[in-house]
């Protein structure tokens, strides 16, 4: 592999990690941490834990979806003439 | 039974598991901490399994086995190949 993708691999490696932590943490560790605790001003308002990756779904199904269009609108073939 | 039908028996399971300890109907009432865990709980599943694949891609992109010399040899080839076909009429 070439640097650079072993740097993008490396890169999405590390931010996948990242966010799984974030997301554990702010899901299953902080509704047993008392409220007056610190470590809650990291943390969004619960409501976003559940809106945030439905949005981002919604969102990539989205640009699949384009992405899709655009493809087939690009090959898309005049119908042949028949005598 | 096909594959597609043993799936969605285990998903209807575990989402009538997930409903019956989350919505309440039966007035079990657990301690607060367990349902603010148990309320995201198929969303955080999800997640999970988008930051493994995207992590497996990412690994699998690092660590792919380039083979130089065979993609130059292939490089050749296809050129000589073009030379020799547009030699005998072939239009590209």
């Known amino acids: 592999a070439t640097a650079m993708d072993q740097l993008v691999g490396f890169g999405l490696v590390a931010f996948s990690l990242l966010l799984f932590v974030y997301y554990t943490i702010w899901i299953i560790i902080l509704p047993f941490i008392d409220s007056d605790h610190g470590i809650h001003k990291f943390f969004l308002p619960r409501e976003y834990s559940v809106t945030i990756p439905v949005i981002a779904g919604l969102l990539l199904v989205l640009f699949v979806g384009v992405f899709v269009v655009i493809v087939m609108w690009k090959n898309r073939k005049p119908a042949k003439k028949s005598d | ?92």
């Open chain 2, 1 to 92: 039974m096909t594959k597609l039908v043993q799936w969605l028996c285990g998903l209807a399971l575990l989402g009538t598991g997930w409903a019956t300890l989350a919505l309440d109907p039966l007035g079990l009432h657990l301690p607060l901490p367990c349902r603010q865990v148990l309320w995201p709980f198929p969303v955080y599943l999800l997640v999970a399994f988008g930051c493994y694949s995207l992590a497996t891609i990412g690994y699998r992109l690092a660590t792919f086995n380039d083979c130089e010399a065979a993609a130059k040899e292939l490089q050749e080839q296809i050129r000589e190949a073009r030379a020799d076909l547009s030699r005998l009429g072939l239009k590209f």
